[in-house]
């Protein structure tokens, strides 16, 4: 355990390198769409699985920078309703990765204060998956400091349709009025129910689309695309997206 907060502790030299961001302007909510663990591996000769593991190390230095600037969320997309349609080793893969992750980094993010959350039709994951992201939600449960939310099996898609199904039954019920639906309605319905929207969006890998992610919640998010693949992805990277946030006027729709 000292040697885990040793080495967490080590990263806090990197806030030196931080000095091109504001303090108060961090946005309270990152999300990430962790992209091209699969081009990483191939550049390398390697299979794609082993663009996964790099990917999941990755992780690891983002949460850890996270806590130290400060920011309140950070949802991590890590398998969409969409990945089953990869070949069966790589989702298997794939979905022992929490697990790992956890078996490992648990004692850390408890002892950091990280509260760890899921947003996902996580019923339908092998079971292995389940416990492994159930011991860590509920270890974590009565943590107040950063929330690491995990899209796990997530789709805005479905999301939102499962949203729009359970308000319709309550109209149905009686217990609503179809007149009384009105944004924050849906919004409670939603998996996200309890976070704000993610202020700062952020691709990997030089895609440019949301590929069925918080469709609804990132309405006024601001958005950073990078060329840099996933693995590859650093502390340094973190803060040029942040940077580039604290530069951009939030208007909402006003001037
Ligand atoms: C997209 O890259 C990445 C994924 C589908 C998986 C992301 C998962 C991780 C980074 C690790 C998850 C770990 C934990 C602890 C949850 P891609 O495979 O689509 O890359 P490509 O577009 O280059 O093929």
Redesign the pocket.
């Known amino acids: 355990m000292l040697e885990k907060l040793t080495k967490w502790k080590s990263t806090m030299s990197s806030q030196e390198k931080s000095k091109d961001i504001d303090d108060i302007n961090v946005p309270k909510h990152i999300a990430i769409i962790?992209?091209?663990?699969?081009?990483?591996a191939k550049q390398k000769g390697l299979p794609?699985i082993a663009?996964?593991r790099e990917?999941?190390k990755?992780?690891n230095k983002i949460v850890r920078k996270a806590d130290d600037l400060g920011i309140e969320i950070l949802t991590?997309y890590?398998?969409?309703t969409e990945?089953w349609k990869r070949p069966k080793t790589e989702v298997d893969y794939?979905l022992k990765?929490?697990e790992r992750?956890l078996n490992k980094e648990l004692p850390t993010l408890i002892e950091k204060n990280v509260k760890v959350r899921l947003m996902g039709s996580i019923d339908k994951l092998p079971e292995h998956t389940k416990k492994a992201v159930a011991k860590a939600v509920k270890d974590t449960e009565n943590n107040t400091g950063l929330v690491l939310n995990?899209a796990?099996n997530y789709g805005s898609r479905y999301e939102l349709m499962n949203a729009v199904k359970e308000i319709a039954q309550q109209v149905e019920r009686g217990s609503l009025q179809a007149s009384e639906i009105d944004e924050s309605v849906l919004t409670e319905h939603l998996m996200t129910a309890e976070l704000r929207d993610p202020d700062l969006l952020i691709r990997t890998?030089g895609e440019l689309r949301l590929s069925n992610f918080m469709l609804w919640q990132v309405a006024y998010s601001e958005f950073w695309f990078t060329d840099v693949?996933?693995p590859d992805f650093n502390e340094q990277h973190l803060v040029e997206a942040i940077s580039v946030y604290q530069k951009r006027a939030r208007r909402y729709g006003g001037v």
């Open positions: 962790m992209d091209g663990n699969g081009r990483w794609r663009g996964h990917g999941m990755v992780i991590l890590a398998f969409s990945n794939l990765l929490p992750f995990f796990l890998s693949l996933w």
